[in-house]
């Protein structure tokens, strides 16, 4: 199975912000529209089961999550041999990270399109910085 995790950065006021840029939005007629996320990495489908959010409010949960990554996230080897070293540097900017998490299986595919998108641009306006694509 092959795996990638695509990892996002942006500053937010408060977690409830954070959520509500991921979050699909509804109108009244029950239709959904793109989250911010979304628009972000220009799609139109995205499995929320393989998303997560982290928000910093310290130093220590900002280390927290970093140790999680390294160490945590995956028990696979060539993940963590493959995290950029400047990528603790780059979080530090940020005080809110989304992990986008996508595999390719025998079984079917779970965000396939995140292994194309490992140069990612970011759209002028939005809100998530790209940081990196980790595929293992």
């Given at each position: 199975m092959k795996n990638v995790l695509t990892i996002?950065?942006?500053?937010?006021?408060?977690?409830?912000q954070l959520k509500e840029f991921v979050e699909i939005i509804y109108n009244e007629d029950g239709d959904a529209r793109p989250s911010g996320i979304m628009t972000s990495i220009g799609t139109t489908r995205l499995d929320y089961d393989f998303v997560e959010t982290h928000f910093?409010?310290?130093?220590?949960s900002r280390q927290s999550f970093w140790d999680y990554?390294?160490?945590e996230?995956?028990?696979?080897?060539?993940f963590s041999k493959q995290i950029p070293p400047t990528l603790n540097e780059?979080?530090?900017?940020?005080?809110?990270?989304?992990?986008?998490?996508?595999?390719?299986?025998?079984?079917?595919?779970?965000?396939?399109?995140?292994?194309?998108?490992?140069?990612?641009?970011?759209?002028?306006?939005?809100?998530?910085?790209?940081?990196?694509?980790?595929?293992?």
């Amino acid at each position: 199975m092959k795996n990638v995790l695509t990892i996002l950065a942006a500053n937010f006021d408060s977690e409830e912000q954070l959520k509500e840029f991921v979050e699909i939005i509804y109108n009244e007629d029950g239709d959904a529209r793109p989250s911010g996320i979304m628009t972000s990495i220009g799609t139109t489908r995205l499995d929320y089961d393989f998303v997560e959010t982290h928000f910093f409010n310290d130093v220590e949960s900002r280390q927290s999550f970093w140790d999680y990554l390294c160490y945590e996230y995956c028990s696979n080897e060539s993940f963590s041999k493959q995290i950029p070293p400047t990528l603790n540097e780059c979080i530090n900017q940020f005080n809110s990270i989304i992990l986008l998490y996508g595999n390719d299986s025998l079984y079917g595919s779970v965000n396939k399109f995140l292994f194309q998108i490992g140069g990612l641009v970011n759209p002028i306006g939005s809100s998530a910085v790209f940081l990196s694509c980790i595929t293992y």
